[in-house]
T-cell receptor, first 114, second 112 residues
Framework: KNQVEQSPQSLIILEGKNCTLQ??????????LRWYKQDTGRGPVSLTI?????NTKSNGRYTATLDADTKQSSLHITASQLSDSASYIC?????????????FGRGTSLIVHP | NAGVTQTPKFQVLKTGQSMTLQCAQD?????MYWYRQDPGMGLRLIYY???????DKGEVPNGYNVSRLNKREFSLRLESAAPSQTSVYFC???????????FGPGTRLTVL
């Protein structure tokens, strides 16, 4: 069964500090990996998407890395802001019968304190 | 563009009642999805439609039915609601199945 595990479950940091969130997956055949940000009471919004051949991708202060050999990804947030407080979800898609089926991690809840 | 819209935003049902959650997208996307999100759980796929005219079961399809009415609209129906279906429901769409998913704002459903 495809699985996506995220750590830590929750994280509290001070404004201005950096942090790294982890994602391990067992999804086959691998198609792509996405990181989403979900604010409380809202739908998830995509931050980055990476395919098998991509090792790193940035979106402003967010940088995602992918190691397809070890099946691990990380999301690094630089110079955190209060608005970064949200749930960050790792999503890995496989390809089954011509359609791409996503498997969601449970998310890391990030709280940024002033 | 409104993106992905969902109605209603909130709904309270009694056990055994039926209802349909509506979803529409104006981005000309081929694929549409229905998810549920419960506290402490990741988003779980209920049903998806890879293209107009096709639907397939996801991880948790029991108790639900879907209709891909046209390319824009994808509805989710609860025929006989149960308390276990209390959840937040999200609709999403993608231009091609592996591209970025765009999510709607969600429907918060409570079944008493």
């Amino acid at each position: 069964k495809n699985q996506v595990e995220q750590s830590p479950q929750s994280l509290i940091i001070l404004e201005g500090k950096n942090c790294t969130l982890q994602c391990n997956y067992t999804v086959s055949p691998f198609s792509n990996l996405r990181w989403y940000k979900q604010d409380t009471g809202r739908g998830p919004v995509s931050l980055t998407i990476m395919t098998f051949s991509e090792n790193t991708k940035s979106n402003g202060r967010y940088t995602a890395t992918l190691d397809a050999d070890t099946k691990q990804s990380s999301l690094h947030i630089t110079a955190s802001q209060l608005s970064d407080s949200a749930s960050y979800i790792c999503v890995v898609s496989d390809r089954s019968g011509g359609s791409y089926i996503p498997t969601f991690g449970r998310g890391t809840s990030l709280i940024v304190h002033p | 563009n409104a993106g992905v819209t969902q109605t209603p935003k909130f709904q309270v049902l009694k056990t055994g009642q039926s209802m349909t959650l509506q979803c529409a997208q104006d981005m000309n996307h081929n694929s549409m999805y229905w998810y549920r999100q419960d506290p402490g759980m990741g988003l779980r796929l209920i049903y998806y439609s890879a293209s107009e005219g096709t639907t397939d079961k996801g991880e948790v399809p029991n108790g639900y039915n879907v209709s891909r009415l046209n390319k824009r609209e994808f509805s989710l129906r609860l025929e006989s609601a149960a308390p276990s279906q209390t959840s937040v429901y999200f609709c999403a769409s993608t231009a091609m199945s592996y591209n970025e998913q765009f999510f709607g704002p969600g429907t918060r459903l409570t079944v008493l």
